[in-house]
Structures are given as structure tokens and as C-alpha cells.
């Protein structure tokens, strides 16, 4: 049994990581999650008190931080501010969050010798053209779009500097966007699937040719732990699962998995500086740590996660009418 500390595990990507290592291992986690509008305790409810302890604070809290890491094996760090779209209005929660925060808790790794994995993006490699035959891999240069991606650019560089200049034993991953339960309302796929529950037509961006390789969160986790176990101090990964989609045909999906006519959805104003398209290759991860996806149909997963919606409206009600206010505001 390991002691693991999960940063941000009341998120959306890290709870879900929280009940993968419940369900597939005997570690106990302590999650530490400062609880912002994005983190909720809900998420966690479900799992035994015995294997799974909340401390609410802030990563960039150096005093709580030195407490958490003395008394656990390894840490994961999903804990950031998250949503692009947020970074556009009000960039400063992302500098302090993402960057500060991960120099904090790599301070503390380095003090403690802990084994640390990073979680990333692969928003850090900027976007590829829609007609580009090519994806992004471990040796793809940085080049981040948004105040958010290049927040998270500039932890991942944080942490291959403290590896190289203090040994810090981190990995990091960069992984492709994530679908699936437990994921806040201002995202894309949620807020489609609560719109059309709620009688809104759903919100495409632009033209909505954007696209996005989409992954479900299940998949994530399976690749964080196959990392923590068998992955090299020092090394990326790409995590990826081959989901290419437009916004578009995501959208069209969602309306006719609930049974309403395809093109029931409105082009709203686009994102300053909207990523064209990413996409993932996998295959350093698939060859040398053995991984695979799980969630292969994506149909399947997006079906499942409708379901999950339509069966939790307790969980997302009481962010819905806030998120779709801020998004009327400016014109989304
Ligand atoms: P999220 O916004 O749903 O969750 C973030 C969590 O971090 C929340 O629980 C929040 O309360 C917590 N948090 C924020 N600031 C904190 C602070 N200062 N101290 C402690 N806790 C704090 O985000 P998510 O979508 O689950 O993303 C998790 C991680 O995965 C992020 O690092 C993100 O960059 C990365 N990632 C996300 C995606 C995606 O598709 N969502 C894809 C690739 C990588
Ligand atoms: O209402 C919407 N309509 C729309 O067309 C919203 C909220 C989004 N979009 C578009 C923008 C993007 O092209 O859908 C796509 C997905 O948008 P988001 O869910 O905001 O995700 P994205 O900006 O791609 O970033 C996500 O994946 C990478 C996560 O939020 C990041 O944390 C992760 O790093």
C-alpha cells in the first residue's frame, strides 16, 4: 500500500483519478484541493473514509504543503486553474495556481525526495492546422496559445528544471481533452449535454471545425498510474486515445443521443485566439509502458456520460445558471 497525495482531487480529471486508484489499488489518498468554483467535495463523497482524506488549502501554501509531503510516498499533481475561456478574463488565478503552486510543491518534493508526476496539456504544443496530417509528440516544440496554456507551459518547464538541476524524481504527462463524469459545466461537453436537459439550444464556438482528441477520463487515470509505476524520472508522456473530433459533429452527437434534431444548436462568438486542432500520438506510452486505452468506442463513452447528466442533475444544477450567465455576457 502506498500513500499517495493527489493535488486537486476534487476536480474534475483528478477525482476521477481518486475513484480509479480506490477501485484498482490498495493506496490511500490524500487529496488537497483548495475547493475553488471548479473543485467540489461531492465528487469524492462516494469512497470509504478509511482509504480517501480531503485537506482543503492552497498548493502555493509552502507551510501545508511541507506537512502533506512528509508523510506520503508519491504526488500527483492535477491541481490548476483550468478553463481557457476563464484565463481570457481574469489571467492572474492562472499564474498563481499554476505556476506558483507547482514551484511550491516541487520545492517540496525536492526538500522531501518524493516521487512527483505532473499533469499537463497538450495545449502546450499551441494547435496544428486542420488540414495537417501530423500530431504532437514528446519532441514537438512548446508553443502555447492562451494565458491557461501557457501557464501550463511554463510548469511543465518548472518541473524538467528542477529535475535536471536538483534530481527531483518527476514525470510529466501531457494528455489530450478529457470527457466524462464529474466535469464542471463551463466545459464544452457538459454544458451541451445540461443546455439540451434544460431546453437551451447548445453553443457552438465559431464554425465549430475546431478539433479536439477527445479521451475519456477513465483512460487518464490508467495512464497516471501505469506512469507512476513504470515510467523514467525525468520523461514525458503523451496520453492520447486516437478521438479526433470537430466541435461540430460532437455537438450533433450529443443532440441526437437525446433525441433531439441535429441541428438544434446556435454559432455563438468565437474564443480570442481559438486553437485549431490538436491531436495526440501515443505511442511512446503504448510501446514502452505497455498502456491502452480502454474507452475505444467514443459513442459508447459520450452515451454514458449523457446518462451520468441526466442521473446527477444535483451535482451540476447549482453551477448552471452562474456559468451560462458569465457565457451570456460575453456573447457565448
Ligand atoms: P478542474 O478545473 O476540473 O479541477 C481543478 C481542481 O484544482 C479543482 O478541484 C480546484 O478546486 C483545484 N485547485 C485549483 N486551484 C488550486 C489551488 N491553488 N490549490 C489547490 N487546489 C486548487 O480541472 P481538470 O479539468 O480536472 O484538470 C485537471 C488537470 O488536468 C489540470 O492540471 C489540467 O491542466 C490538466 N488537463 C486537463 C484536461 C481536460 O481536458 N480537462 C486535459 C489535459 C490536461
Ligand atoms: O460552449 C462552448 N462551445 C464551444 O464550441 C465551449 C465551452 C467550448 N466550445 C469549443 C472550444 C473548444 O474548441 O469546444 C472545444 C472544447 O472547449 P473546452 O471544453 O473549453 O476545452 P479546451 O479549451 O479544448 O481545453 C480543454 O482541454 C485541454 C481543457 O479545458 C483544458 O484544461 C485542457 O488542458
Redesign the pocket.
Known amino acids: 500500500m502506498r500513500k499517495l497525495l493527489v ?8 477525482s476521477n483519478f481518486v475513484h480509479h486508484v480506490v477501485a484498482n489499488t490498495d493506496d490511500h489518498v490524500t487529496v ?5 468554483y ?3 467535495r461531492e465528487s469524492l463523497a462516494s469512497l470509504p473514509t478509511d482509504r480517501v482524506e480531503l485537506v482543503v ?4 501554501d509552502a507551510e501545508l504543503v511541507d506537512r502533506l509531503f512528509a508523510d506520503v510516498d508519491a504526488v500527483v499533481h ?6 481557457n475561456d476563464n484565463s481570457l478574463h481574469d489571467p492572474r488565478p492562472f499564474l ?2 499554476n505556476i506558483i ?1 507547482t514551484y511550491t510543491l516541487l520545492e517540496a518534493a525536492r526538500k522531501h525526495d518524493r516521487r512527483f508526476h505532473h ?4 495545449e502546450v504544443y499551441g494547435d496544428l492546422e486542420l488540414d495537417d496530417p501530423a500530431r504532437f509528440t514528446e519532441t514537438t516544440p512548446y508553443n502555447p496559445s492562451s494565458p491557461y496554456s501557457s501557464t ?1 507551459a511554463g510548469s511543465d518547464l518548472l518541473v524538467r528544471a528542477w529535475v535536471r538541476s536538483f534530481g527531483v524524481r518527476a514525470t510529466i504527462s ?5 470527457y466524462g463524469p464529474y ?2 459545466v463551463e ?1 464544452f461537453i457538459p454544458r451541451q449535454i445540461t443546455n439540451v436537459i434544460r431546453g437551451i439550444r447548445p453553443k457552438l464556438y465559431g464554425k465549430g471545425e475546431n478539433v479536439r482528441d477527445w479521451i475519456h477520463a477513465d483512460d487518464h487515470s490508467s495512464a497516471v498510474l501505469t506512469i507512476l509505476e513504470k515510467g523514467a524520472t525525468g520523461e514525458t508522456y503523451l496520453i492520447g486515445a486516437d478521438g479526433e473530433k470537430d466541435n461540430k459533429t460532437v455537438v450533433e452527437l450529443i443532440l441526437q443521443m437525446m433525441g433531439q434534431p441535429a441541428d438544434a444548436y446556435e454559432h455563438v462568438t468565437d474564443r480570442a485566439g481559438h486553437d485549431l486542432r490538436y491531436a495526440i500520438d501515443s505511442t511512446r506510452l503504448r510501446t514502452e509502458l505497455g498502456w491502452t486505452p480502454r474507452y475505444q468506442d467514443f459513442e459508447a463513452g459520450l452515451a454514458a456520460t449523457i446518462e451520468w447528466y441526466r442521473d446527477n442533475e444535483d451535482w451540476w444544477a447549482p453551477a448552471k445558471d452562474g456559468v451560462e450567465a458569465f457565457y451570456a455576457s460575453k456573447g457565448q
Not at 493535488?7 to 483528478?14: L, P, Y
Not at 488537497?32 to 475553488?36: A, E, F, R
Not at 488549502?57 to 502555493?60: E, L, R
Open positions: 493535488t486537486g482531487g476534487a476536480g474534475f480529471i483528478g488537497l484541493d483548495k475547493l475553488t471548479a473543485g467540489n488549502g492552497d498548493i502555493a492535477y491541481a490548476a486553474e483550468s478553463h498563481d495556481t503552486g499533469i499537463s496539456t497538450d501550463k501531457n494528455c489530450s481533452n478529457n466535469q464542471h466545459k
